[in-house]
């Protein structure tokens, strides 16, 4: 059932996801979407309001909470002219909340935890921080998984990384999208899970304004969806968004970096729970979307 | 002896900005064939970020700084490759609409008395904004002042914009708000939907207003329509539909369209990836357009520290009031 069936002020209500419902981990299900916050910043950050990230970022989605507003139909992506029927949103999207302030090890602790326990039962943290040194906590929890990097620095020579620079083994995101795509689909080991780092820094720094380690000559917003509607189309146990400082000196009321974020997001949400965008010339399968 | 003591007169000049520095002019002193301007410093029709209420005064303080930076006489335009001269009395800043904050009724007819009065004049109202709802108190005046000045006239409608703005209501703020202007203006008397084109919409629509527009033979083109037919061909075609049976043109101009990256300083931020070049080229598709009214709104100066985004909208208004603003000059 619908999350509430009359219309709120954009800003008023219980601060979710995307309105999505409140719930406990250990009412998360199989196939879900668990939304999860941590509100955390590395001290060594050239500026401070990184732990504000995952705020700013739910306050930003609901602008995009057309499934909890009756007053809406469905959305349509105005470019491929595609509907995209968000009926059982509701359904499958949650919002666990914040890890809580604590110790740093009681931190990691949390987060190791319940990384851990979403991807055992079946289903995808969708993670919103805060520093990017915490996604490696995410990664040791995840041991299984192959991990996919957009933006950032790269950790591992092992895992897929979309670059804005040259940088060892990491892809160019410039270059051709299908041809990485097909790289990507020779890297990917179906049997095990992705884990998905998404960094602001992805994009290119005019457009992001907000990220703390800005790279120059990164992807425009088309570019980062078609490559987020593409991982959203395998399996996943987490997809992990950093780089976000909504409160870079001056800068607290210029929006466009969570918005950049929660955009190019959606298409991975869409496509995870099977309301995908099909991007022309993306090779990628819908074969591990769950119906 | 008393020394003699004189008065020294400087010259004064008028306080405040106006549009283009132009004069201050009461509606009903304006004269046909010249730009009236009507400031509508109203936001709080807008459902989250607010700011635009400093629009007016952004754009009359942009605008004249400009003006000021540009020749002053006979000089080489490199965008239309002519020599032109500025205009004589083509603009005149009739000051703000009063705004009723909390009473969106009164705030609505005081500004569509402004611009019915100078397009009964026969002026061309330009309304500066102030979040978009003022777009449709802008319009409504224009459409009663046509009905006066020439009752079979009927007009066309391009609104660039990130959004369509044709829901019917929006959440708590009902059916007059930044999100319904334009179905409000769907149902003024001399105009029909089929008439109406939006320009510039990015993401994610509502899927409904989109069939309806469809329907009744409205015509979109998105921001990758921009991207792949190219602004210039995409305005060719939007005026073409807009002024089937129509006389005049009314334009609304939402500087949201143009990519945040470029332009923050606004309500609702999208990533269109429409750059300020493209923005600038629609715009000057439209410069030899039946221009009957037109609108500028969403310029946010809070939301934008750099303050680019009024100096970016200031440009816009340079290249759709060109043909207003200077006379060609043919001698060498």
């Known amino acids: 059932m619908p999350l509430r069936s009359a219309p709120l002020p954009r800003m008023a209500g219980h601060l979710s996801f995307m309105r999505a419902q409140n719930k406990a981990i250990c009412d998360v299900r199989s196939g879900d979407l668990a939304v999860l916050g941590l509100p955390f910043e590395d001290t060594s950050a050239p500026y401070a309001g990184q732990s504000l990230a995952a705020r700013a970022l739910r306050e930003t989605s609901v602008y995009f909470g057309w499934h909890a507003n009756p007053q809406f139909s469905h959305p349509v992506d105005i470019d491929a002219r595609q509907d995209i029927q968000t009926d059982g949103l509701h359904e499958r999207l949650c919002d666990l909340g914040d890890i809580s302030p604590g110790h740093d090890k009681a931190i990691h602790a949390a987060l190791r935890a319940a990384a851990s326990q979403i991807s055992r039962i079946g289903a995808c943290a969708v993670i919103l921080g805060g520093s990017d040194h915490l996604s490696e906590t995410v990664q040791c929890a995840l041991p299984n998984c192959q991990t996919v990097q957009l933006g950032g620095t790269p950790r591992d020579a092992r895992d897929f990384h979309i670059s804005t620079l040259p940088n060892g083994s990491a892809r160019l995101c410039q270059s051709n999208t299908a041809t990485q795509l097909t790289d990507l689909s020779k890297w990917r080991d179906a049997s095990r899970p992705l ?37 959203g189309q395998h399996e996943a146990s987490a997809i992990m968004l950093t780089g976000l400082n909504p409160n870079r000196p001056g800068m607290g009321v210029v929006k466009v970096g ?13 496509a995870r729970l099977g309301f995908g965008i099909d991007h022309p010339g993306c090779p990628t399968s819908k074969e591990n979307v769950p119906t | 002896m008393t020394a003699t003591i004189t008065t020294f007169h400087p010259p004064l000049s008028q306080p405040g900005f106006r549009l283009f520095d132009g004069p201050l002019c009461d509606v009903a002193d304006v004269s046909a064939g010249q730009i009236g301007v009507v400031g509508m410093p109203s936001d709080w029709t807008h459902s989250s970020r607010l700011g635009t209420r400093f629009g007016p005064e952004a754009l009359r303080k942009a605008t004249t700084l400009m003006q000021s930076m540009r020749p002053q006489g006979v000089s080489f335009d490199p965008d239309t490759r002519r020599r032109s001269a500025p205009a004589d009395s083509w603009l005149v800043d009739c ?26 004049a026969g002026a061309i109202p330009l309304a500066l904004g102030g979040d978009h709802y003022n777009s449709f108190p802008a319009c409504l005046g224009y459409s009663r002042g046509l009905v006066k000045r020439a009752p079979d006239k009927r007009f066309g409608y391009i609104q660039i914009d990130g959004h369509l703005d044709f829901s019917d209501r929006l959440g708590a703020w009902g059916s007059h708000n930044h999100a319904t202007n334009a ?22 629509v509502d899927g409904g207003d989109l069939a309806l527009i469809e329907k009744q033979g409205g015509r979109i083109f998105s921001a990758s329509d921009v991207h792949n037919m190219g602004a210039a061909e995409v305005m060719r075609q939007a005026l073409a539909h807009a002024m089937q049976g129509c006389d005049e043109l009314y334009l609304s101009i939402d500087i949201d369209a143009m990519d945040a990256g470029y332009l923050p300083g606004t309500g609702s931020i999208v990533h269109s990836g429409i750059t300020p070049r493209q923005y600038y080229d629609m715009l000057d598709g439209l410069s030899e357009a039946p221009l009957g009214g037109l609108d500028i709104v969403e310029v946010s100066p809070p939301l ?28 060498q």
């Open chain 1, 195 to 231: 884990f998905v780092q998404f960094d602001l820094s992805v994009f290119e720094t005019s457009l992001g304004a907000l990220c703390d380690y800005p790279r120059l000559g990164g992807c425009d917003l088309e570019t980062v969806a078609q490559w987020l509607s593409a991982l």
């Open chain 1, 258 to 270: 969570q918005r950049l974020m929660v955009t190019a997001l959606l298409a991975f949400i869409y």
């Open chain 2, 95 to 120: 000051g703000d609409a009063e705004v009723t904050a909390q009473d969106v009724d009164a705030t609505t007819q005081a500004i569509a008395a402004m611009t019915e009065g100078l397009t009964i």
């Open chain 2, 183 to 204: 179905r409000r203006i769907s149902e003024l008397p001399n105009i029909d939907v089929s008439n109406m084109v939006w320009v510039g919409i990015a993401g994610w």
């Open chain 2, 304 to 331: 934008d520290p750099s303050e680019r985004t009024e100096f970016l909208a200031a440009e816009m208004l340079f290249r759709i009031l060109r043909r207003f603003r200077t006379r060609p000059v043919t001698e």
